[in-house]
């Protein structure tokens, strides 16, 4: 293994493929951060409106939005009055004009409101002795149902549900928090419910009645600050605490840190065209970090991000573009990528094989590699076949007297002392001839 790689990141990016970060990840550090405002307003929330293409920012005062056809933002907020603060906003996809909001009063306890005309007016439904509703989110098979959870650190935030668009709101029980941060819901089986807080991560396969913990690998003494789902593949979850990020390939049965390099992260956003790409913003300090593999591996494109203090994320519906929205100075958009396309890929000078399975896995996952030289030349030169972690730290080593008896090798999660490695991302690398080829093996516990 040469000594310049000193992250399995860097063997996998950089020594296979020079340039592959800034191409796959669609966020070219020359891609220019471009301000579409508003101006005049402290943003809490961001969100996204696909069926309309139009973008809402939750505001100190209200709301502001946006429709991309007029290039204008149009206020809904009340300028000067104490509590009126919107920490979460939804539409309805059936209903154009309907908006549902989760605010804060004036001595920080939630409730809710919504509109049916754009948000001239709106109609107080529900009041909370717990704090503010941080988060709304859809059924996406029950356009009339919505669910909303709130953030609180003295008196229990509430849990809610809503049959009617929010008109109503019911309180849940029993789902373990006592203050919450964000909800997500898996798209292909809708009462299946996530909740992240002080509880970790929680979870209700029947639209809210029963809760369990869905925490295994989180640290207990450490509460979640945010979860997403793929809606690629809703078995992958991502959420973040003090530690970094971590990701779930189970549902949320087992979790493992896959970035632990000042990622504290306050929102995760996946994009909906391509939702291999998901990116997230952190603060402490504030960057754009993105990945390309479903959370697995990620990278700072930041750039000459001007706003400061970031508060939220979204991604346009198409995809092409995403916005950040900074708490004190508006709404910042940089072009995107939907998808990654072969021909737009540096491609790796070689052409050694190397391939797992199961992955992720348990207890052993079967190594599989095609080295063509041993079977088209008479010269044949020494191979190694390597695992890393994702620190790069060189665990286990395979030299040519063992990979060149077979086309595999079995790894049971052992290093070469045969001692067990903890479960978390690995990375194993062939090496031959000078050519290199490259994975990512999940190990669960």
Same mark, same amino acid.
């Given at each position: 293994?040469?000594?310049?790689?000193?992250?399995?990141?860097?063997?996998?990016?950089?020594?296979?493929?020079?340039?592959?970060?800034?191409?796959?990840?669609?966020? +070219?550090?020359?891609?220019?951060?471009?301000?579409?405002?508003?101006?005049?307003?402290?943003?809490?929330?961001?969100?996204?409106?696909?069926?309309?293409?139009?973008?809402?920012?939750?505001?100190?005062?209200?709301?502001?939005?946006?429709?991309?056809?007029?290039?204008? %933002?149009?206020?809904?907020?009340?300028?000067?009055?104490?509590?009126?603060?919107?920490?979460?906003?939804?539409?309805?996809?059936?209903?154009?004009? =309907?908006?549902?909001? !989760?605010?804060?009063?004036?001595? =920080?306890?939630?409730?809710?409101?919504?509109?049916?005309? %754009?948000?001239?007016?709106?109609?107080?439904?529900?009041?909370?002795?717990?704090? #503010?509703?941080?988060?709304?989110?859809?059924?996406?098979?029950?356009?009339?149902?919505?669910?909303?959870?709130?953030?609180?650190?003295?008196?229990?935030?509430?849990? /809610?549900?809503?049959?009617?668009?929010?008109?109503?709101?019911?309180?849940?029980?029993?789902?373990?928090?006592?203050?919450?941060?964000?909800?997500?819901?898996?798209?292909?089986?809708?009462?299946?419910?996530?909740?992240?807080?002080?509880?970790?991560?929680?979870?209700?396969?029947?639209?809210?009645?029963? %809760?369990?913990?869905?925490?295994?690998?989180?640290?207990?003494?450490?509460? *979640?600050?945010?979860?997403?789902?793929?809606?690629?593949?809703? #078995?992958?979850?991502?959420?973040? @605490?003090? +530690? !970094?990020?971590?990701?779930?390939?189970?549902?949320?049965?087992? =979790?493992?840190?896959?970035?632990?390099?000042?990622?504290?992260?306050?929102?995760?956003?996946?994009?909906?065209?391509?939702?291999?790409?998901? *990116?997230?913003?952190?603060?402490?300090?504030?960057?754009?970090?993105?990945?390309?593999?479903?959370?697995?591996?990620?990278?700072?494109?930041?750039?000459?991000?001007?706003? !400061?203090?970031?508060?939220?994320?979204?991604?346009?519906?198409?995809?092409?573009?995403?916005?950040?929205?900074?708490?004190?100075?508006?709404?910042?958009?940089?072009?995107?990528?939907?998808?990654?396309?072969?021909?737009?890929?540096?491609?790796?000078?070689?052409?050694?094989?190397?391939?797992?399975?199961?992955?992720?896995?348990?207890?052993?996952?079967?190594?599989?590699?095609?080295?063509?030289?041993?079977?088209?030349?008479? #010269?044949?030169?020494?191979?190694?076949?390597?695992?890393?972690?994702? @620190?790069?730290?060189?665990?286990?080593? %395979?030299?040519?007297?063992?990979?060149?008896?077979?086309?595999?090798?079995? =790894?049971?999660?052992?290093?070469?002392?045969?001692?067990?490695?903890?479960?978390?991302?690995?990375?194993?690398?062939?090496?031959?001839?000078?050519?290199?080829?490259?994975?990512? /093996?999940?190990?669960?516990?």
């Amino acid at each position: 293994m040469n000594g310049k790689f000193v992250k399995v990141f860097c063997i996998i990016l950089l020594s296979l493929c020079p340039g592959i970060v800034q191409t796959v990840s669609g966020f +070219n550090p020359e891609n220019e951060w471009v301000s579409i405002g508003p101006s005049d307003a402290m943003i809490m929330c961001l969100h996204m409106d696909t069926a309309n293409n139009i973008l809402f920012a939750g505001t100190v005062d209200g709301f502001q939005y946006y429709p991309f056809a007029t290039g204008e %933002w149009i206020q809904r907020e009340d300028v000067g009055s104490m509590g009126r603060q919107v920490m979460s906003l939804i539409t309805c996809s059936s209903v154009p004009a =309907w908006i549902i909001t !989760g605010r804060e009063n004036a001595f =920080w306890k939630g409730y809710m409101e919504y509109s049916d005309d %754009w948000g001239i007016t709106n109609t107080y439904t529900y009041s909370s002795e717990g704090g #503010q509703f941080v988060d709304i989110q859809n059924n996406p098979d029950e356009p009339d149902t919505y669910y909303s959870c709130a953030w609180s650190d003295i008196t229990p935030g509430d849990l /809610l549900k809503s049959t009617d668009r929010g008109v109503t709101w019911n309180p849940l029980t029993n789902y373990l928090h006592t203050f919450m941060t964000e909800i997500a819901i898996n798209p292909d089986y809708p009462d299946t419910i996530y909740v992240s807080g002080d509880a970790l991560v929680t979870r209700s396969t029947d639209g809210g009645v029963t %809760w369990v913990q869905a925490s295994s690998g989180l640290p207990v003494s450490l509460g *979640v600050y945010c979860v997403a789902i793929n809606p690629g593949n809703p #078995q992958i979850l991502m959420a973040s @605490n003090a +530690n !970094g990020i971590y990701r779930t390939v189970d549902g949320g049965d087992s =979790w493992i840190l896959v970035n632990s390099e000042d990622s504290q992260c306050q929102h995760f956003a996946f994009n909906p065209v391509n939702p291999e790409v998901v *990116v997230c913003i952190t603060f402490s300090p504030y960057r754009l970090l993105v990945s390309v593999d479903s959370g697995l591996v990620w990278e700072d494109c930041t750039g000459d991000y001007p706003g !400061g203090t970031m508060i939220d994320v979204a991604f346009s519906g198409d995809g092409d573009s995403l916005y950040v929205a900074s708490v004190y100075s508006g709404v910042y958009s940089m072009k995107s990528t939907t998808g990654i396309e072969d021909d737009d890929l540096p491609q790796p000078d070689c052409s050694i094989l190397c391939q797992s399975s199961p992955n992720p896995f348990r207890q052993s996952t079967e190594i599989r590699y095609f080295l063509p030289e041993r079977v088209n030349s008479n #010269q044949i030169s020494a191979a190694s076949l390597e695992i890393y972690d994702i @620190n790069g730290r060189l665990v286990r080593h %395979w030299d040519d007297s063992i990979i060149g008896l077979s086309n595999h090798v079995i =790894w049971d999660g052992t290093d070469d002392s045969f001692r067990e490695v903890p479960a978390g991302v690995y990375f194993v690398l062939l090496s031959s001839s000078g050519d290199n080829a490259a994975g990512k /093996l999940i190990l669960l516990r």
